[in-house]
């Protein structure tokens, strides 16, 4: 019997080594596998990075004792603020601690790591970086944030908001007590806006003696929408690297998590092409490195970068650069689906559509090209392929086909009748033929011709993932005008009425974006009667957007509630439209467009911010929104120039909580 109780515990003991042995094998590879992780592209790209504060905190800070009381703008952003008793101080004794029973995602990592690298920034609470653990909840310990994030089906579903959010993966759960402050979320992007909530809230709170004390509170918060863009000109204007990715942080910063790049336009192309070089030699350009890295900043920075390649107008830069390049290359040919086209082909040479009425022609390079024409429709879809595949590869979903203005606006002598804008659709009779002859459509017209194409560039899209989207001014729905119908899947970016109502648009199945440009456009130019956001668009200044602008409304003119499905809203955008590159540089842009864009995102994150149903229930008027945005200092590590680079604090490695025996159970 003693025998057998012997061998019973030397069994045990040699199972108890086992389990050590493989215990330390796994938390070794933990410590290793952070240390791999925390030199990722992401981590390697925020470097290190010591603030001098004093110089970003001159303008002073949001006094949170004036009206309304003692809440914060970073509260009234939320759509439900509960105050409770007590509060609770972040001190460098505190810690990210990331709730999981097992080894963080990469993707995880990356956003506490950013946030962490931003509050340091900051110097909140002090200059450098606090630790990064993780493990069960109940290892936590006083004084740390807890990120939350609920994996499991059953947890999702338990997840449930008293406030309407438009996406619930972006939305999360705030609270602050007096040993710790936990950030709950079914989704990563809610995290990450939890956690900016957090930051800002601790920016307006910090005392001047560098404390910061929170008061213990109690939020539930989601966007109202679901995508808020900004759209960025980089094809008239060239925008270095360094701006777009400090553009990037700063949208990022103000709960922006889209970008549109518009890399082609009629006065210029500035992203390199890999088949077709030539197009940007001789002008300033991004080249593919260059928005590999910008790719990986939005990533970072919860952004996803939606490619912009107008067609098929706005492409006068395109069209003489092509004409240009094969008068010099005579021999210049390329390869779609398998078929070579070259200077035997039919219509090499050109790529510009051209007018026709009654039997005369009249060519133009500022319509764009002919989509009747095989050539220029093959040059244009190897032209697109080619940015498709590379921006796939940079995590891009959504794809700017643009599809507006495509016949310019020319006023042209033909046969006798004059054109201008309201009659150019008349001009292109080549077009009415082709919808007849080529597609089939009886009493078919140019509009038909212009809808098939549109489709088939979208339905190839589609086939490398993306969803398309297209401005809506030359969409018409008018009997007899346009016979074909626009790919459901396609989306609607509505920037001007054009005599079909955004609704409407939404009844066809279209997914809808409020872009209309008396509210979201800035646009440098000066075409000699003074700055053009002086006179045509001087509706869209910071007070005027924040005090009168609903995004969810599809009107030039306020309080007109011309609203569309729930289902079918998708967002709103701010655009910057570079009609005159010269006019403005880089940093007179940054300046001008800040407090716009502060302005037109919280409208679209809470648009009841200024009314008593903000997340304080009581409404904060623009002035102490101007302060507060001019407090926050454009992003965390901003140095004050938007064209330098920028370098963050170190992300600490990432930690395991607990005593090695509770590391064990846990484990097991």
């Known amino acids: 019997m003693i025998k057998i109780i012997k061998n019973k515990i030397l069994c045990v003991f040699l199972i108890a080594i086992m389990l050590l042995t493989i215990s330390a094998s796994v938390f070794a590879a933990d410590e290793i596998f952070a240390l791999q992780d925390a030199s990722s592209a992401e981590a390697i790209a925020l470097d290190l990075y010591k603030k001098d504060k004093a110089d970003r905190d001159s303008s002073g800070i949001f006094d949170p004792e004036l009206e309304p009381g003692a809440k914060t703008v970073a509260e009234a952003y939320t759509g439900k603020y509960v105050a409770k008793e007590g509060c609770f101080e972040l001190t460098d004794k505190s810690r990210f601690y990331i709730v999981t029973d097992k080894l963080p995602t990469e993707e995880m990592l990356n956003t506490v790591r950013l946030m962490n690298a931003q509050f340091a920034s900051e110097e909140i609470p002090g200059g450098t970086v606090l630790p990064i653990v993780y493990g069960k909840e109940k290892f936590a310990e006083k004084g740390d944030i807890l990120i939350i994030l609920l994996n499991s089906n059953e947890d999702k579903k338990g997840f449930s908001l008293d406030v309407d959010t438009s996406d619930i993966k972006q939305s999360y759960i705030l609270k602050v007590e007096e040993d710790r402050i936990s950030i709950t979320s079914p989704g990563k992007d809610g995290i990450y806006y939890g956690m900016i909530t957090l930051l800002q809230m601790a920016k307006e709170k910090e005392n001047a003696d560098g404390k910061t004390t929170l008061d213990c509170c109690y939020i539930e918060d989601g966007p109202d929408s679901p995508e808020r863009t900004v759209f960025l000109d980089c094809g008239r204007k060239y925008f270095t690297r360094e701006w777009i990715e400090n553009f990037i942080r700063r949208s990022s910063f103000q709960r922006y998590n889209s970008i549109v790049l518009h890399f082609s336009e009629a006065e210029g192309f500035r992203l390199d092409s890999e088949i077709f070089p030539w197009i940007t030699e001789g002008i300033d350009s991004l080249s593919r490195e260059d928005m590999i890295e910008i790719a990986k900043v939005a990533r970072t920075y919860n952004m996803e970068i939606i490619p912009s390649l107008d067609i098929p107008g706005h492409n006068r830069y395109l069209i003489e650069k092509y004409e240009e390049y094969v008068k010099k290359n005579p021999d210049f040919s390329f390869t779609y689906n398998g078929k070579i086209y070259d200077r035997d082909t039919k219509g090499f040479g050109s790529i510009a559509n051209h007018y026709s009425y009654r039997g005369k022609t009249k060519k133009t390079n500022g319509i764009g090209i002919d989509v009747t024409d095989e050539y220029d429709v093959a040059f244009m879809d190897a032209l697109i392929d080619d940015y498709a595949e590379f921006f796939r590869r940079l995590g891009s979903t959504r794809f700017d086909i643009g599809g507006d203005e495509i016949l310019g606006w020319n006023e042209f002598e033909l046969a006798g009748k004059h054109f201008n804008y309201s009659n150019r659709w008349e001009a292109i009779e080549h077009w009415d033929k082709y919808a007849v002859q080529e597609l089939g459509i009886e009493k078919g017209t140019a509009r038909d011709t212009f809808i098939n194409y549109l489709n088939g560039v ?157 997340g304080i229930g009581a409404p904060v008027t623009y002035n102490y929104f101007k302060k507060f945005a001019e407090s926050m200092g454009s992003f965390p590590g901003y140095k004050g120039d938007p064209t330098e680079e920028i370098n963050m604090p170190e992300p600490p490695i990432l930690k395991i909580e607990g005593s090695f025996w509770q590391k064990l159970i846990s484990f097991f």
């Open 458 to 614: 979208s339905e190839r899209l589609e086939g490398y993932g993306y969803k398309c989207r297209v401005f809506n001014d030359e969409i018409k729905y008018y009997a007899g005008s346009q016979r074909s119908r626009l790919r459901e899947s396609i989306d609607i970016v509505y920037w001007a009425g054009g005599g079909v109502s955004a609704e409407i648009h939404a009844n066809k199945g279209h997914t809808v974006y409020h872009d209309i440009s008396k509210w979201c456009y800035y646009v440098v130019a000066d075409w000699g009667d003074g700055d053009i956001m002086t006179n045509k668009y001087k509706t869209v200044n910071s007070a005027n957007i924040y005090n009168k602008w609903d995004p969810g409304s599809f009107s030039s003119k306020p309080n007109s509630n011309k609203t569309v499905r729930e289902d079918k809203f998708g967002g709103a955008y701010f655009s910057i439209w570079c009609d005159q590159p010269d006019y403005k540089n880089e940093k007179t842009i940054w300046k001008e467009t800040e407090l716009r864009t502060w302005a037109n995102s919280a409208k679209m994150w809470n648009p009841e911010i200024n009314t008593k149903e903000s």
